[in-house]
């Protein structure tokens, strides 16, 4: 029996004429356009719907609570959604999973252009846009080795993160804020056309990606097991745990300061609703930076050493952005937090793909995405709190004593960084199974 990978799209990757530019398959390609033109959309949703929160409240706490509901599901969803994840076929999943949020940010459209929306509504649709995006997160995540294979996933992780930098945090957030000056309707209206179109790439991508299924129905787990077995593989693996602990202090700390930062742009920053969409894309700017030069910065920075840094640098910029009175000084600490962020993501991420077995790359994966997004409501819950008793800067603060922990916790718990045995490991998997099997009996 294989590892799961999909044997279709095994032979069409090692056939001549399956690359496409600088050597990646040609549904790399297609998967890279589809996130790019749904990255766009979902630009244009990170400036305009706080600005659409701030429009219908001033509360700190409501406004905390709109950042917070979009990653929100991974606490109750999560984990269920990673076992659905490595049974179903994950390309049907990425289908269905924008075909979702295009219909719920199309109504979310139609209800601010009738005069009908409010914050309890847009709480309601972010809650329902984090559902659908677990997801497709989950599902494209286990994709993506399948499609380029283990050796050209750094390579393929920069491009993705350097195309969602430029159009998620660069061109979207610039243009969301303008289309809100225009018409607050029309940021979602766009996105809904974003969605769609990501739906007619998707559909072009060949092959099925589901895992191989058991020998006989008999032997199928129930979700339970399936879920267990993915837990105990992200407890077993020190990399992957301590990159999770990790990633928990980095989500909590982004979130309690995210979720104030319109309130800081235009209380202590005095911008307005185009110059807060400018903040966001400074920060992009240093996303880009960060995309270009992860990948040869992983060849030549110990690993062990590379995510800690990277975690200490965006410390060291959210507390300088606590005592910033320039706007002009904030948005280049926010250059050097995206730098930050995006060599996180992308040495992070790769690392975890290469580890996992493809048969748990779903349950494994969203296990580390519900520690990883479970923990930011919480984080900006907390921002929004300090806030609201001890003044804006202090949930800045409280994110960079949080970023400084997670940067402590990975310096001196990576140690087996790049030694573990990777994802294609024989050995490795049939521990696993075996050490499954046993627990089910």
């Known amino acids: 029996m294989t590892r799961g990978v999909p044997e279709p799209r095994c032979e069409s990757r090692r056939g001549a004429g399956a690359s496409g530019p600088r050597g990646l398959p040609r549904d790399f390609w297609l998967l890279w356009i589809a996130a790019a033109v749904s990255g766009l959309g979902d630009g244009l949703e990170l400036s305009a719907f706080p600005l659409l929160a701030t429009?219908?409240?001033?509360?700190?706490?409501?406004?905390?609570?709109?950042?917070?509901?979009?990653?929100?599901?991974?606490?109750?969803?999560?984990?269920?959604?990673?076992?659905?994840?490595?049974?179903?076929?994950?390309?049907?999943?990425?289908?269905?999973?924008?075909?979702?949020?295009?219909?719920?940010?199309?109504?979310?459209?139609?209800?601010?252009?009738?005069?009908?929306?409010?914050?309890?509504?847009?709480?309601?649709?972010?809650?329902?846009?984090?559902?659908?995006?677990?997801?497709?997160?989950?599902?494209?995540?286990?994709?993506?080795?399948?499609?380029?294979?283990?050796?050209?996933?750094?390579?393929?992780?920069?491009?993705?993160?350097?195309?969602?930098?430029?159009?998620?945090?660069?061109?979207?957030?610039?243009?969301?804020?303008?289309?809100?000056?225009?018409?607050?309707?029309?940021?979602?209206?766009?996105?809904?056309?974003?969605?769609?179109?990501?739906?007619?790439?998707?559909?072009?991508?060949?092959?099925?990606?589901?895992p191989a299924p058991p020998s006989s129905p008999e032997e199928t787990p129930s979700l339970r097991h399936s879920v267990a077995e993915g837990l105990r593989w992200l407890r077993d693996d020190p990399v992957v745990l301590v990159l999770s602990l990790a990633t928990v202090l980095l989500g909590m700390g982004s979130a309690a300061a995210w979720g104030v930062m319109v309130l800081l742009a235009r209380h202590r920053w005095h911008l307005d609703g185009s110059g807060y969409g400018l903040l966001l894309t400074a920060g992009a700017l240093g996303g880009v930076a960060g995309s270009l030069i992860a990948a040869p910065l992983a060849r030549r920075v110990p690993k062990r050493l590379l995510p800690a840094c990277s975690a200490a640098g965006s410390a060291v910029a959210f507390g300088l952005l606590a005592v910033a009175r320039s706007a002009v000084v904030a948005a280049i600490l926010l250059a050097v937090n995206g730098l930050m962020v995006v060599v996180w993501n992308v040495v992070t991420v790769s690392e975890r793909q290469a580890r996992i077995p493809d048969a748990l790359t779903g349950r494994v994966t969203a296990a580390y995405r519900v520690l990883a997004w479970g923990s930011m409501p919480l984080g900006g819950l907390l921002g929004g709190a300090s806030a609201s008793v001890l003044g804006l800067r202090s949930a800045v603060l409280l994110a960079a004593l949080l970023l400084a922990l997670a940067a402590l916790l990975a310096g001196a718990g990576l140690a087996p960084l790049g030694t573990g045995t990777s994802r294609g490991s024989p050995r490795r998997t049939a521990e696993r199974t075996a050490q499954g099997s046993a627990d089910q009996r």
């Open 55 to 210: 429009e219908w409240t001033g509360d700190p706490v409501l406004v905390s609570a709109a950042a917070a509901a979009a990653q929100a599901p991974w606490l109750f969803l999560g984990l269920p959604v990673g076992g659905l994840v490595d049974r179903w076929d994950r390309r049907a999943v990425l289908l269905i999973a924008d075909g979702c949020r295009a219909l719920l940010v199309a109504a979310l459209a139609v209800a601010v252009a009738s005069g009908r929306g409010n914050i309890w509504l847009l709480l309601v649709v972010l809650f329902a846009l984090g559902s659908a995006q677990i997801f497709f997160d989950t599902s494209v995540q286990a994709v993506i080795p399948a499609v380029v294979g283990s050796g050209s996933l750094v390579r393929a992780n920069s491009l993705l993160q350097g195309s969602s930098t430029v159009l998620v945090q660069f061109t979207g957030p610039a243009a969301g804020a303008a289309l809100f000056a225009v018409a607050h309707w029309l940021p979602a209206g766009i996105d809904a056309v974003s969605y769609l179109l990501g739906v007619l790439l998707l559909a072009g991508v060949r092959g099925r990606f589901r």
